[in-house]
């Protein structure tokens, strides 16, 4: 297990967050709810286990390297840490400790070897993708909910993720002085790990808190299918479209115009929340 205690980095900590002030009766019978944040806390506390391979991939940058280990990779596992607190603080019935091992046991086997992309600015235009993903599905959660406890957590987190995608977007532009990728390829880029959002970690992650709560039900991909179109449902309305374009069209140095044209298509196209299932994408992991 990790020690949320050795946090370090971010601008708050777990003791920040008032999870006694927690309005239960608000989340407790939020199906939909519970299982996106039990699975996410899964997947933000797993981090450090598939990033180490970005981190070797940079090691010759050292501010770059330094940042990853001592910084990023902390804040991501702390986000795990405070969503597993929130979880077990709103649904206090659920196992998380053993629910989370039949996830590591099913998951960890598959997330060896990161998948990266071919060149270092193409790399970093990736990890602009994850953090958009993320900072704008904090966003969601934030806006959306009636909860205090859950609405400052995930402003929080999402506040993270944006400073994330702000960090690796200043190394994107680096890398990209210096090996100039074709506006294509990181096209191709942000497009291919877009559809790689919303892959194997969320189904494992789906699958292990639902056999957690119903240990007498044969999980079916139904099942997973059914959670999916509930999210399907949330982000309809109040998935933030707008952040996610405007923080993906960035790499791509488009300019105002070609940009504001290129929105509709690109929002339609990148709703990752309403894409693949698991199984149909085939995509190796999506990284929160
Ligand atoms: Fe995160
Ligand atoms: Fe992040």
């Not at 402003?155 to 002085?177: M, T």
């Not at 997973?224 to 509930?230: G, N, P």
């Not at 115009?257 to 999506?286: C, E, K, N």
């Amino acid at each position: 297990m990790r020690h949320p205690g050795s946090m370090g980095g971010a601008s708050w900590s777990m003791e920040d967050i008032p999870y006694a002030e927690l309005a239960r009766e608000r989340v407790r019978d939020d199906r939909r709810l519970f299982y996106l944040l039990a699975s996410a806390s899964f997947i933000e506390i797993t981090s450090d286990l598939y990033t180490q391979n970005l981190v070797e991939y940079f090691r010759h940058d050292r501010e770059i390297a330094e940042w990853l280990e001592r910084v990023w990779q902390k804040e991501e596992v702390q986000h795990g840490a405070a969503l597993r607190r929130y979880v077990e603080t709103a649904w206090p019935d659920f196992n998380w400790e053993a629910a989370y091992r039949d996830f590591l046991a099913a998951y960890a086997p598959l997330c060896t070897v990161d998948q990266l992309a071919a060149t270092r600015a193409l790399e970093m235009a990736a990890r602009c993708v994850v953090e958009t993903g993320t900072a704008t599905f904090y966003r969601m959660l934030s806006e959306r909910t009636r909860e205090p406890v859950l609405k400052q957590l995930a402003a929080r987190i999402s506040a993270d993720e944006v400073r994330h995608y702000k960090h690796f977007y200043r190394w994107f532009l680096r890398y990209q002085a210096i090996e100039r990728p074709s506006r294509a390829s990181v096209l191709r880029t942000l497009w291919n790990r877009a559809a790689e959002i919303d892959a194997e970690d969320a189904f494992f992650a789906f699958k292990a808190v639902f056999l957690a709560r119903n240990p007498d039900a044969n999980f079916r991909k139904e099942d997973y299918d059914a959670y999916r179109k509930a999210i399907v449902q949330l982000a309809r309305h109040h998935y933030p479209y707008g952040m996610m374009v405007k923080m993906l069209l960035k790499p791509l140095g488009l300019n105002a115009v070609v940009s504001r044209l290129m929105l509709p298509a690109i929002a339609s196209a990148l709703r990752f929340l309403t894409r693949h299932t698991a199984r149909d994408s085939g995509a190796l992991t999506s990284r929160l």
